[in-house]
């Protein structure tokens, strides 16, 4: 079965500071990984993908991630928070393969405070 | 991509009583998802809804507490029956576009749900 690890409930960052939100995750196939961020009031958006290629995936709203296959670890980076990327992130995996399925399997999310 | 529109935003209901939630989507698709998302918590699907057969449900839903509906490639609807507090949480519609790895999710804005 596949799994999503967010070991952090909620991530403080003074506006301006670079962010992470920290995602490692376990899978029997190939992992596909995502990122999704869900502001008040609201559905879950889109931000990043990562399927193939480079390690680092570039998203919306200047956000990046970083794949490591080794830590199993799929980590949200921006260089420069704002105020306004405070909201609720999640983390997800989708599996394909042997022992996987396409199932969409989500963390338990972390909230992002960025303050002035 | 695809705009997901869900109604009620939000409700408050009383125990006992059933919410059927609505979810429209602006385009054709084979599936729709319904997930809960309880605070504090990941997403859990709940189940998948194709067009002209009965829906799957996860392990730990079952139909009689969580009937779905779904008469047509762009709508569904998920009620949920018999609510006791405990089904207080945010419920999600999702559609899913593309196809093999390209595959991508889109999120309704959600329902919350409050049961007194």
């Known amino acids: 079965a596949q799994s999503v690890a967010q070991p952090e409930d909620q991530v403080n960052v003074a506006e301006g500071n670079p962010l992470t939100v920290k995602c490692t995750y376990s899978v029997s196939g190939n992992p596909y990984l995502f990122w999704y961020v869900q502001y008040p009031n609201r559905g879950l958006q889109f931000l990043l993908k990562y399927i193939t290629g480079d390690n680092l995936v570039k998203g919306s709203y200047g956000f990046e991630a970083e794949f490591n296959k080794s830590q199993t670890s799929f980590h949200l980076k921006k260089p420069s928070a704002l105020v306004s990327d405070s909201a609720l992130y999640f983390c997800?995996?989708?599996?394909w393969g042997r022992g996987g399925g396409n199932k969409l399997t989500f963390g338990t999310g972390t909230q992002l405070k960025v303050e002035l | 991509s695809a705009v997901i529109s869900q109604k009620p935003s939000r409700d408050i209901c009383q125990r006992g009583t059933s919410l059927t939630i609505q979810c429209q989507v602006d385009?054709?698709?084979?599936?729709m998802f319904w997930y809960r998302q309880q605070p504090g918590q990941s997403l859990t699907l709940i189940a998948t809804?194709?067009?002209?057969?009965?829906?799957?449900?996860e392990s730990g839903f079952v139909i009689d507490k969580f009937p779905i509906s779904r008469p047509n490639l762009t709508f569904s609807t998920l009620t949920v029956s018999n609510m006791s507090p405990e089904d207080s949480s945010i419920y999600l519609c999702?559609?899913?576009?593309?196809?093999?790895?390209?595959?991508?999710?889109?999120f309704g804005q959600g329902t919350r749900l409050t049961v007194v």
């Open positions: 999702s559609v899913e576009v593309g196809y093999g790895v390209a595959i991508e999710a889109f």
């Open positions: 385009s054709q698709v084979t599936m």
């Open positions: 997800a995996v989708r599996a």
């Open positions: 809804a194709n067009q002209g057969s009965e829906a799957t449900y």
